[in-house]
């Protein structure tokens, strides 16, 4: 190449670059991004050292400006996400380039102003619903690239020492806890642990990383409790005393709202008890652990303890507890907004109106505080109270009282939000004024300042296709019939429909869970499912790139159920194929879709393939719920064999002994209604209903709520004179004794072990078969499917 050839490479260099700055400075990303790209080529393909030299610089000062304006606020909204993939996809670039060193390695602060960039914006697409897995044009995971960051960071690989020339180092200080704090806390509050458990395994072993301090710990709880995990919880404090870790009163406050996230208000209250008392408290065990070793004190808990505990009391339902604590908080001067949320949440809870309407009346806060709050567009602190209220009075069929509230709100100067109205909305559909609820849609645009979303809209459709108001009761009968809310009609569903495209009409777009309602409506309908219609409108929101049904839960999950509702067992099996990793609700919605469908035998080896051999081991891919076990159980006692009927015994047992669930009010229901259906109460049966009742006598009802079921029961025995004469409340345990050999009855059936020719997941012939005309193989379904060719393992997935 010759000086003046040279020359004019240089000047289309020059320019390019020129070029390439301007469209960054102008925020044209995508051309910049392509720009850069031609540059990165230009300068590998220069042949004169000093020219390749000088243009690697040149092409990296291009790419640092690019990836510092890139990976700056904001992190949310499409456009953000394009721009924060595209400093990916420039980052990939340089890496994977061929420019002089040290220009082929990037800076360690792009890499750290790129890990923020990624975490925050991976944690509002979760919060948005989109979840965190956009994609670069490079096919980089947003999801994971945290993760690749502090590898690299840890490793040094691809990391900048020092610029060519200089005898300064790059700063090269090992990473801080703050770094992987970061990642780890986003990783967690997107609820995925595995993720965060590989943070803490790269953070582990590490040589020059810090130790996993309490605010690592309380991460990891914050995590798992919001997830309700609380054999996990229970892990990681286990893994925290193991490492001599001393809780501060952060971890400790985490810990306890893990706890009650959990229902494990025992655990929540003992550790409560430890902080309040300062060491005094009996669980020694636990105060040794809390009590700091150097100075001898307990971490005290502070206005943040109170109310989480507060709220813990709340959920349980225990409304002299609740009060008995308020009353401490304000004795403490520790009451605050919260505690006015929480102490009216606990009396909407337990319908106690004149309550919430008095706590509010007391303790709503002045123009004054909230003023200084600098909440959400000045919201007042106590929106939430008055909104559940109306909610309450709403769902109580208290039409009248849920819109005084509104009123109440006006004259306190409470200014409804999003959430007020959205409830206002459901309660206006859930009467069956429509009209009013589309008035209220365009009033809290135009006088309110607020914008409907995706959750207003699905509140009015899912209102819309409940139980009308005041029917509740008449389902709670002397029959123990409580029932999943009967099917709407074609005209609620064509109504909803219609607001479904109201919504895109708004430009509001709609969600999974938009889509998974109308799909789910549209299977229950009557006088007959329109399944299909489901179908096609699936593939329409797909088509246009609006919802996507490709491996998402809610929507499979909803096709699977009602393709179950309509009988197209082969539809549901078709959809539950789509899941790469099914979850529990996906679980369980197949396995009523091949109960309903007569498909039991089908259902069992799927619930033992999810949930292990029924031992209580670790080998099951997940948990089975209280919703699980129903559905097989009253599954087989509606087949009414003796066989079935020990079946259910046998789950039953399982559930309780192995799983250490205990039934709730539905499931007593379900087993009570499907027993009284027949009739007559046979002897087969009384083992598992006297059990049933004697457990019912444990959870809450309303006032004569479990007596009607329990005269419901007596009814159909005084048909049997032999069953009823054992049958009393002393001699239950009489009953029960039928169903202690159980051991014995497990054996006999086969069930202390996994089949391991579960064949519905694998290739060949199944063993067993079921009942019924020429005892055909259960696999004969699958053999129609064409997957019994298939190699041995979970190959479905």
Known sequence: MTCEDDKVVLTDFQAKKLTALEQIRSRKFL???????????????????????????????????????????PYEGAAARRRIMLGMDAVALQLSSNLAPPYDTVPKRVYLNALRALTVMNEMQQSAGYGGNATTSLGADSTYSPFRILQRLVTGVGIRRKEAGSCTAYSNESIQEKDFNMVLNSFSNMGRMDMAHKIVALQERTENAPPLSPVGYSILVKGYGRRGDLRNVDMIVAHAKANGIVPDRIMLNSLIDAYVNCNAMDKAKTLFDCMAKGGSSSHRGTLKWVRNPDSGEVPRPNQRTYNTILKGLAKSGSLKEVLSMSQKMEMKRLWDDVTTNTLVHAAVLNGN????????????????????????????????????????????SQLNNALQVMQTMKDRGVEPNEFTYTCLIAAFARHGQ???????????????????????????????????EGQQDERDDDQCSRAVLPAPTDDQVDEAIGIFYDMMRSGIRPNDVTLATLIIALGRCRPAPRIEEAKELVGKLEKNGIVSYKNNHKVVTALVQSCGLSGDINGALDWFRMLKRPDLVAVNAFLDACCRCGYEDVAMKTFRHFFGPGDGGSSAILQPSVISFSILIRALLKKDTVPASEDAQILYIEMKDAQKLFPDQAMVDLVLKTVIRTGKLQKKDVPLVASIVRDAKELEWRPGQLERRRRAIKAVLSSRSRLLSVWNDEDDDILLREIKSEDTLLKRKGWNKVDSGFRLWGGGKMDIQVEGENDRPVDEFLESKGWNDMESGFRIF
Request: proline share 2%; hydrophobic share 40%; no cysteine.
């Open 434 to 468: 429509v009209d009013k609820a589309k008035k209220t849609i365009r009033y809290m645009t135009t006088t309110g300042g607020l914008k409907p979303t995706a959750v207003t809209y699905n509140a009015f459709i899912s209102a819309l296709l409940s139980l009308p």
């Open 31 to 73: 051309a910049a991004f392509q720009s850069i790209r031609d540059l990165v080529v230009m300068a590998e393909e220069e042949e004169e050292e000093e020219t390749y030299f000088r243009t690697s610089r040149k092409v990296d000062q291009a790419l640092q400006r690019f990836t510092s304006e890139a990976f700056v606020a």
């Open 353 to 396: 109106f004149d309550l919430a309407e008095a706590v509010l009346d007391r303790h709503t806060s002045s123009a004054n505080a909230r003023a200084n709050r600098g909440r959400r567009r000045n919201e007042h602190p106590n929106v939430e109270a008055y909104t559940e209220l109306l909610d309450g009075y709403s769902k109580a």
